[in-house]
């Protein structure tokens, strides 16, 4: 038996209880939130205030997604298109793909109705930077989902997307198949961790589920009944990471030493106060770029903040505690970044080495520097990706 082999199964078994048929992380740094946490964390005070929609719309504007630049996946580099929260759509390889979409108004609600849960932080205080309809007439080939929470796992969503896009692949944890095909999915593909799942043939893109420390929930009977983790994506050319919910453990080395390095990854950074509540499921910025180290990220977004109000820290203390963040580990600024809502880049990293500083193109000015006087939805795409191609190139 490998090394690797022997992980594998050091893993599974202490991961799943056959008798309780539940999950549980394995590492010692788990702490699951037991009920007087929960109503101590929730009840006890100091968290941040939103501000007035005034300031949001100042300090945090959020910009329409540029449908006519991530119609078609991009020629070079991995593109990403922050949506909002952990909502992504990462293209390359000639794929594209949503990461646990959500663009509803509220990520909880009561049954049968379109009000949020009372009580609840469940309401966006950022829109999405899109809808499905407007990216109806792009190349979506998949979604992945890291886990059932229902700010990463929404009814509403996945059923509009399984109507605009009847062609789609789910990629799921497992034990999850069960809630997608009640939801209409028609092609689902539930995984556990560490194994792997090549899209199509002609493509030759590969789907990697991968553990993280977190846990599962959507009603008070069906805790832990399903597993959580993160998802590698491995192209012919590039590889993309995205952490999903995770506190901070040892599995992100390992990680990075099968599947790293890669060039680019979606690490949350949001949704971390107070530490003593959050740390074990919730990294903070300064453990998030400890996994961009550890997974060998080339550049990493941060992502899961600035738009549900789940942690105590400020509105937009995320990016902050970033900076400080990579200041202290020393990783480059443009190594670790952050977009606006709705804002397209494309990372070309393949030609560059440790410690460089990965080339980027915004979507945005491509379009804005080949305008014309027709409107945005009847330019000429393949032109427009010819210019990125030769961005991407010089």
């Known amino acids: 038996m490998s090394e690797a082999d022997n992980f594998d199964d050091i893993q599974s078994l202490a991961c799943y209880n056959s008798g309780t048929q539940t999950y549980h992380s394995p590492w010692s740094t788990w702490r699951h939130p037991d009920p007087w946490s929960v109503i101590k964390w929730y009840f006890g005070g100091g968290k941040d205030p939103i501000p007035s929609k005034e300031i949001l719309d100042r300090e945090l504007p959020v910009q329409s997604v540029q449908v006519a630049a991530v119609a078609k996946p991009p020629l070079e580099g991995v593109r990403v298109t922050w949506i909002g929260h952990a909502t992504a759509l990462v293209q390359f390889d000639g794929v594209s793909f949503l990461t646990d979409p959500i ?51 929404n009814l ?17 944890p497992e034990g999850l198949a069960t809630w997608m095909e009640s939801a209409g999915c028609k092609k ?28 599962s929930r959507r009603f008070i009977s069906d805790g832990n009944k399903s597993l959580w983790g993160g998802w590698a994506v491995i192209g012919p050319k590039h590889r993309f990471y995205y952490a999903g919910d995770t506190g ?16 680019v990854a979606t690490i949350p ?22 996994i961009h180290m550890d ?13 549900f109000d789940l942690g105590h820290e400020a509105y937009d203390a995320a990016p902050k505690d970033l900076a400080l963040a990579r200041e202290k580990y020393k990783v480059n600024e443009s190594s670790f970044i952050t977009l606006r809502h709705g804002e397209t880049r494309t990372f070309c990293t393949e030609q560059e080495g ?38 991407a190139l010089s």
């Open 188 to 215: 689902v593909r539930e995984l556990s961790w560490w194994k792997e799942e090549v899209l199509t043939l002609e493509s030759n893109v590969q789907f990697v589920f991968l553990p993280a420390q977190h846990y």
């Open 103 to 153: 663009f509803e108004e509220h990520c909880l609600v009561v049954p049968g109705s379109t009000q949020p849960v009372p009580f609840t932080d469940s309401s966006r205080y950022r829109p999405a930077a899109c809808s499905v309809d407007d990216l109806a007439g792009i190349q979506l080939d998949a979604v992945i989902i890291s886990h059932n929470h229902y700010d990463h796992l």
């Open 248 to 263: 901070y453990c040892e599995v992100f080395k390992e990680i990075g030493r099968r599947y790293g390095a890669f060039d």
């Open 354 to 391: 440790a410690g460089t500083e990965p080339r980027v193109i915004d979507e945005r000015k491509v379009i804005e520097e080949n305008a014309t006087s027709d409107t945005v939805e009847k330019r000429n795409l393949d032109h427009v990706n010819e210019a990125i191609h030769k961005l």
């Open 269 to 290: 950074i949001g949704a971390y106060k107070p530490r003593w509540f959050m740390k074990s499921h919730h990294v903070d910025p300064a453990d998030a770029v400890l």
């Open 295 to 307: 997974v060998k990220a080339k550049v990493s977004v941060g992502v899961h903040w600035g738009t």
């Open 156 to 172: 509403v969503s996945v059923q509009q997307l399984n109507k605009t896009f009847p062609q789609l692949k789910w990629y799921v």
